[in-house]
């Protein structure tokens, strides 16, 4: 049911915006309309904070309602300190850890990178071997089509 006003909602300002694009005495009508409903809610929000501050304070009321909203604003502090807590805390942790990294890093000796699976062949085959090798490739590269 939310949904359908929401929609029914959405669809009204799209055809209002598309009819305030067409007509200029629309808009102008729509503007006029818009500034006396918030001329009138000033109003009525000015007239009632100056009744709240003639009038009596009021006694505070322990309705359960208030009660209930109070606990979980509580609840949701506590929750959100305790995460603020957490994440201070996991920052920290990463901040010490990538300094130990660097710490690490800069300390050990750069290793070389390993040798491959080809050159360690190459170099365990005889010199013979090699020769005849290279000289495929090259045969192979001249019979090449260009």
């Known amino acids: 049911m939310k949904d359908n006003y929401k929609f029914r909602n959405e669809t009204y300002r799209q055809r209002i ?5 067409l007509s200029k005495k629309f808009d102008e009508e729509c503007r006029r309309k818009k500034a006396s409903s918030q001329a009138k809610w000033r109003r009525n ?19 359960a309602s208030d009660l209930r909203k ?35 890093r800069s300390s050990r000796t750069p290793t070389p990178p390993p040798d491959s699976p080809s050159k360690i062949f190459f170099d365990n085959v005889s010199p013979n071997a090699k020769q005849r090798t290279v000289l495929r490739l090259k045969d192979k590269i001249e019979n090449l089509p260009r």
């Open 17 to 21: 915006k598309v009819k305030r694009s």
């Open 45 to 63: 929000k000015k007239e009632e904070r100056q009744q709240s501050t003639i009038s009596v304070p009021n006694v505070s009321t322990s309705r």
């Open 70 to 104: 109070k606990e979980g604003q509580r609840r949701r502090r506590l929750r959100l300190s305790s995460l603020r807590a957490d994440n201070i805390k996991l920052r920290e942790t990463v901040r010490i850890l990538t300094k130990e990294i660097k710490q690490l």
